[in-house]
């Protein structure tokens, strides 16, 4: 299937090249020359990056932070990476601009769906930051809530595996991986695709997810273009 409309859902870690900390400058141009090479096809593009190479909110919990709070510095270095990510797409000719999910005028516009979607339609990248704009929702959350905002065709689930597998395979080099799997399926098998809440908003919108290996060349236009690569989770 060709896929006209999507948002990509980036980890913090990936941002942060091999150690998964700070913002490795290369990876961003490589995701910035990937995301340039859709949008050259017209596809439409939104993006939901997380904050993990920054700060993850619910580990600070263990040390003394109060887990709203942590959320809340979570939902700003989703926005830092947002940032970082414009620019790297402003460098490759395109018009890229952040939506936030609270109000942060002059650094980025404060996110309104039809603004998102209009943006989108005349080939800007929307970048959606800030997760839902709440404590104790995940990223996952946040990309499953505006892939259904925006009526995306599908969401594209970028990691460094090239798929679901039946165990980690970075830590199991026996396990196998699914080419393609129901949400119920997933379920079942106890498979980590995204958190539940994220499961739970693409299994009711009927949005099917793709997870896929997002630092392999190429992959990215491939995925859109329908190609067979990663794993297709249908709901």
Request: charged share 25%; proline share 3%; net charge neutral.
């Amino acid at each position: 299937m060709d896929y006209k409309r999507v948002l990509l859902k980036l980890s913090g870690e990936s941002l942060g090249g091999n150690d998964g900390v700070g913002i490795d400058e290369q990876r961003l141009a490589d995701y910035a020359a990937e995301i340039a090479a859709i949008v050259s096809e017209g596809k439409q593009v939104s993006i939901v990056i997380g904050g993990g190479n920054i700060f993850r909110g619910i580990q600070g919990t263990g040390k003394g932070f109060d887990r709203v709070d942590g959320d809340k510095m979570g939902m700003l270095a989703t926005v830092i990476n947002s940032l970082a990510l414009a620019m790297a797409l402003r460098s490759e000719g395109l018009s890229a601009k952040v939506f936030t999910a609270t109000p942060m005028e002059p650094i980025a516009r404060y996110y309104n769906r039809d603004e998102a979607v209009s943006f989108m339609e005349s080939g800007g990248v929307a970048i959606i930051a800030g997760g839902t704009g709440n404590p104790f929702f995940t990223t996952d959350s946040g990309a499953a809530l505006r892939a259904l905002e925006i009526r995306a065709d599908v969401l594209l689930k970028g990691t460094r595996v090239d798929g679901v597998y039946t165990a980690d395979p970075e830590k199991d080099p026996s396990a196998v991986k699914y080419d393609r799997l129901s949400f119920a399926e997933a379920m079942d098998k106890g498979l980590k695709v995204m958190d539940l809440t994220a499961f739970a908003l693409c299994k009711e919108g009927k949005m099917p997810v793709i997870v896929f290996d997002m630092n392999k060349k190429g992959n990215l236009p491939a995925v859109v273009r329908g190609e067979k690569v990663g794993t297709l989770v249908l709901p």
